[in-house]
């Protein structure tokens, strides 16, 4: 990924019992973190402060690679307690019924994690509980995703009870190497290269009562979630455009009036904002489809034409063209100097 310039945060909750998780699969941390210049001291600091998105996303990232566990992200999020997501967290355990818990949830989960987006969406009688992260230069992020919904899965547990079952996942990702880790995690189907991140579930009685409600205690967090909830800084226009591309690139080329749509904005009038950014939505598609691109061709279960599809070329020699004109070669070649 390059130098880690992303400014947004995460919670340090979110890498609670990292450290011992690392060393009970007998990865070095120390391996993991230096070279991101992350303290791993500060990741006992569950309490407060915050982990540079970036820093965080790659630390993941890097633990599944050093340690030969592709899986990783998916084990850490399974085994994480529902009472350790920090005041976000505590909100949701605390509120007086599960739809509440679902509502506090979505709206407070900025505080939790910035340049991130999550939505509950109602459709055809299910729920899909949506992640993603916006920053879409946060390219490689597959250890993310698996940890983020895991970690959902167990909260949505904890509201509706152990027999809680999911219909479908939906992972944004390529279809990884090995699937069967997902099997047991999410015992329900889970489907790659989708446009977001999603658990999808039936809501089931929304006015039933937390388990843990505590109408004191919710009460007081939300109070303090009202107090932290000072003005932050917005994601760049240009990353939300990305951000959008990238979701719906597997689709097909999006149209510029979706992503417009998709924003609340009229198609000339997001026409005109790049424009006076010094940008154009055509090169802000061809941004997005070399940069993972360059991420797809080193995942070698991975066939060109799948790639192609994923950067949504309806054929592989659109893709292959596009190939020769980023980097002075054909996806082939570029493969083959990459696995040397």
Known sequence: MGQLTVQAQVSSVAASGLLPFLGGIGADADRVMGPLGVDAGRLSMVAEGGIPLAAYVEIME??????????????????????QHGLVGDIMLNAPSVGAALRQFVDL???????????LVAEGGLLRL???????????????????????QNLLRRA???????????????????????????????FFGQRT???????????????GADAASFARLTAEAFLRRLPR???PLSDRVRAEIRSRLPEGSPPL???????????????????DMGLTYAGAVQDVRRTLAESYLRFPHLSLSSIAQLLG???????????????????EAIRAEWEE
């Open 62 to 83: 890097r633990a599944a690679k050093l340690s030969g566990r592709g899986d990783f992200g998916l084990r850490y999020g399974a085994q994480f307690p529902a009472e």
């Open 233 to 235: 800084g917005r994601v």
């Open 160 to 190: 509706y009870g152990e027999h809680f079952a999911l219909e479908e996942v939906h992972f944004e990702h390529p279809v990884p190497e090995c699937t069967a880790a997902h099997a047991e995690v999410f015992h329900a189907p889970v």
């Open 257 to 275: 009036e979706n992503v417009a749509e998709a924003m609340g904005l009229a198609r000339w009038t997001l026409q005109r904002r790049l424009n």
């Open 109 to 119: 989960f900025p505080l939790h994690q910035e340049a991130s987006e999550v939505r």
């Open 313 to 331: 070329y309806a054929e592989l020699s659109p893709f292959s063209r596009a190939c020769k004109r980023w980097f002075g070669a054909s996806p």
């Open 130 to 152: 949506e992640y993603r992260i916006i920053d879409w230069r946060i390219f490689e992020r597959r250890q993310d995703a698996e940890l983020s919904l895991a970690m959902f």
């Open 197 to 211: 991140n999603a658990l999808v579930f039936r809501p089931g009685d929304l006015r039933r009562t937390m388990p």
